[in-house]
C-alpha cells in the first residue's frame, strides 16, 4: 500500500475491521454531521468601528476594523471534536481521561478520521469543553439525531418501532457537596472576604479563625447528635457572616462616593469584573444566611444557584440535589430517542408535551414521530395537553385492550436503561456549570449511550450472520452425515433379519450387532 510517507503506517491497515467501533465508523453520516455544525464555527462579520479626520477638504468619517477577520489560530476539524464528544460520555471519562486514552488508542484515532497514528494529544482538554458550549443544546441534538439515523440506515431498528416510546424521569445530580448550614455559612464568610479583597476593600475584621473554629465546632456538635450546641454555633456563623456582609456594603457605599466625588480608591480593583463579582456574591450569601429551613427556593451551593432539591422516594436516598431530567426511549429495542433538563422541578405531567416535542423534532428527518407514549401514574392527566398521542398508564387499564396491556408490562424497561446512563454514561453527577450545561450534559450521556447501543447492535448483527454463514456450509455435509446413519440402520435391520431367519431354518449362530450404532456424531 503506497503512502505518502514510508515511515508511517496507515491506522485502516492498523485495526480490526471487524471491530464494532470501526464499522460504525463508515457508518454514520460524518460528512452530514460537518455539514450540519460547520455554520456554528464560521468567523462573524465585526462591526466596523468609525473614526472623524480631516484634511485640505475639510472634516470626514473613515471606518476601520470591519468585515471577517482572518486572525486567529485555524480550527481544529469538526469530525475529531465531534467524535470526542462521542466517545467521552460512551467510554465514562474526563476531558483528560479522554484525551490521554485518545493518544494510545488506534480505534479512537481511526473512529475520529485520522488517517495515520498520531502519539500525541488531540487538543487540550479545555478545547472540549468550549466546543460543546459553542455547539449549544441544538447542536448537540443534532449529534443525537444522527446515532438514531444510523441505527435505522443499519437496520439495527424499524422506522415503525420509532413511533412508541417510554418515556420517565430522574434526577441528574449536580457536582455539589452535601449542603450543611454550617458550612454554608463557613464558605459564604470565606467568599465574601476573598472577594472584597480582590475588589480594593480593606475589612477591619474577617474572623478567619473563629470562622474555621466553628465550622469544627459545628461537624463535632452534629457528630454526637448535640443539637442545642450546634444550634448555638450555627447561630454564630449567621451573625458573623451578617457583620462581614455590612462592613463590605458600607465600604463599598463609601468607595462609590469618593469615586463620584473626583477621589479615587484606596485601592485599585485586582481586575475588572472583580466589582461585578462581589455583588453577586453578596446577593448570595443573604441567601444564604436568611434562608430557613421550610424556605422555598433556597441556596444549596455558592457556585451553583440552580440546584434544587428533589426528592423521588428513594429510601436509599430521600433527597437529590440537581435538575430534573427527561428521557424517552423505544419500546422494543432501548435506543434513546430524547433527553432533557427541566429546571424547577415541575410535575412529571407537565414535562411529557415539551419531551415529546423534542422527540418529535430527532425523527422528522426519518417521517416518524410518536403516536404511543407508555408511562407511569406521574404522567396522569394531560391526555389533552398531548392530542395525537395515545397515553398509556397503570391508571387506565380497566379499559386498555390486550395489546396495550402486553405494551404496559415493558414500561419498568427504562429504569435500567435509566441506571446504565448513570453508571456508564456519566449522567450520575454533572460537572458542568449552570443550567446550560445541565442541559448538555444530559443530551450527551444520551448520545454516548446510543453510540454503545449501536456497537452492541453490530455486534448481535455479526453473530447472527455468522450463524447463518455456518448453517448454510454444513447443510450439505449434515445431510451427508444423516444419509451415512440411515445406512447403518437399515444395515442393521437386515443384519437382525437375517440372524432370526438362520436360526429358525438352519439353526445357525449369527454375530449379534449393538442394539445403537454409533456414528460419532449425535
Same mark, same amino acid.
Given at each position: 500500500m503506497s503512502t505518502p510517507d514510508f515511515f508511517r503506517a496507515r491506522l485502516d491497515g492498523m485495526v480490526d475491521p471487524r471491530h464494532p467501533l470501526v464499522v460504525l465508523t463508515g457508518r454514520l453520516p460524518w460528512a452530514q454531521?460537518?455539514?450540519v455544525l460547520v455554520p456554528r464555527f464560521e468567523r462573524k462579520a465585526r462591526t466596523p468601528g468609525t473614526v472623524t479626520t480631516q484634511d485640505m477638504l475639510g472634516e470626514y468619517a473613515v471606518e476601520f476594523g470591519g468585515g471577517i477577520g482572518s486572525g486567529g489560530r485555524p480550527r481544529l476539524p469538526i469530525r475529531l471534536m465531534a467524535s470526542l464528544l462521542y466517545l467521552k460520555n460512551s467510554f465514562n471519562l474526563s476531558d483528560e481521561e479522554l484525551v490521554a486514552r485518545w493518544s494510545e488508542n488506534v480505534v479512537w484515532q481511526f473512529f475520529s478520521g485520522m488517517a495515520y497514528y498520531e502519539p500525541r494529544l488531540p487538543c487540550d482538554a479545555t478545547q472540549i469543553g468550549r466546543f460543546r458550549t459553542a455547539l449549544g443544546e441544538e447542536g448537540l441534538e443534532q449529534l443525537l439525531k444522527f446515532t438514531i439515523q444510523t441505527a435505522v440506515e443499519i437496520k439495527a431498528i424499524k422506522p415503525a418501532d420509532l413511533?412508541? %416510546?417510554? %418515556?420517565?424521569?430522574t434526577v441528574q445530580e449536580k457536582a455539589i457537596a452535601h449542603p450543611v448550614d454550617s458550612r454554608l455559612l463557613e464558605i459564604a464568610r470565606y467568599k465574601v472576604v476573598k472577594a472584597a479583597k480582590a475588589a480594593g476593600i480593606a475589612l477591619k475584621q474577617t474572623f478567619a479563625a473563629e470562622g474555621?473554629?466553628?465550622?469544627?465546632?459545628a461537624g463535632g456538635y452534629a457528630h454526637a447528635k448535640q443539637f442545642k450546641r450546634l444550634k448555638k454555633v450555627v447561630k454564630r456563623q449567621r451573625t458573623i457572616l451578617g457583620v462581614v456582609i455590612r462592613e463590605v456594603q458600607r465600604k463599598q457605599g463609601a468607595q462609590a462616593q469618593a469615586i463620584a466625588a473626583g477621589g479615587a480608591a484606596d485601592k485599585e480593583?485586582?481586575? !475588572?469584573?472583580a466589582l461585578g463579582a462581589l455583588q453577586t456574591l453578596l446577593e448570595r450569601a443573604e441567601r444564604i444566611r436568611t434562608q430557613q429551613r421550610h424556605d422555598k427556593n433556597k441556596l444549596y451551593a455558592l457556585h451553583a444557584p440552580? %440546584?434544587?432539591c428533589i426528592g423521588k422516594g428513594k429510601a436509599r436516598k430521600p433527597y437529590e440535589f440537581g435538575v430534573k431530567v427527561s428521557l424517552a426511549v423505544t419500546h422494543k429495542q432501548g435506543l434513546m430517542v430524547g433527553a432533557r433538563t427541566f429546571p424547577g422541578n415541575p410535575f412529571d405531567g407537565h414535562t411529557l408535551a415539551q419531551q415529546l416535542e423534542q422527540t418529535t423534532n430527532l425523527l422528522q428527518d426519518l417521517g416518524r414521530k410518536p403516536k404511543q407514549a407508555i408511562v407511569d401514574l406521574g404522567y396522569r392527566g394531560v391526555d389533552a395537553d398531548n392530542p395525537g398521542v395515545e397515553i398509556i398508564h397503570r391508571g387506565k387499564y380497566k379499559t386498555l385492550t390486550a395489546l396495550q396491556r402486553r405494551w404496559l408490562k415493558r414500561r419498568q424497561a427504562i429504569e435500567p436503561m435509566i441506571g446504565h446512563t448513570k453508571s456508564d454514561h456519566r449522567m450520575d453527577r454533572c460537572w458542568l456549570k449552570g443550567a446550560l450545561g445541565d442541559a448538555l450534559h444530559a443530551i450527551s450521556c444520551a448520545a454516548g449511550y446510543n453510540i454503545r447501543w449501536l456497537m452492541r447492535a453490530i455486534e448481535a448483527q455479526a453473530t447472527k450472520a455468522a450463524k447463518a454463514a455456518f448453517l448454510a456450509l454444513s447443510k450439505p455435509a449434515l445431510y451427508?452425515?444423516?444419509? !451415512?446413519?440411515? !445406512?447403518l440402520i437399515a444395515l442393521r435391520d437386515a443384519l437382525s433379519l437375517v440372524r432370526i431367519a438362520g436360526r429358525a431354518s438352519l439353526g445357525l449362530s449369527l454375530p449379534t450387532l449393538p442394539a445403537r450404532v454409533s456414528v460419532g456424531w449425535r
Open positions: 454531521i460537518e455539514q413511533e412508541r %416510546v417510554i %418515556v420517565d424521569s474555621k473554629e466553628l465550622r469544627r465546632k480593583p485586582a481586575g !475588572a469584573t440552580e %440546584v434544587e451427508g452425515l444423516n444419509s !451415512a446413519m440411515a !445406512a
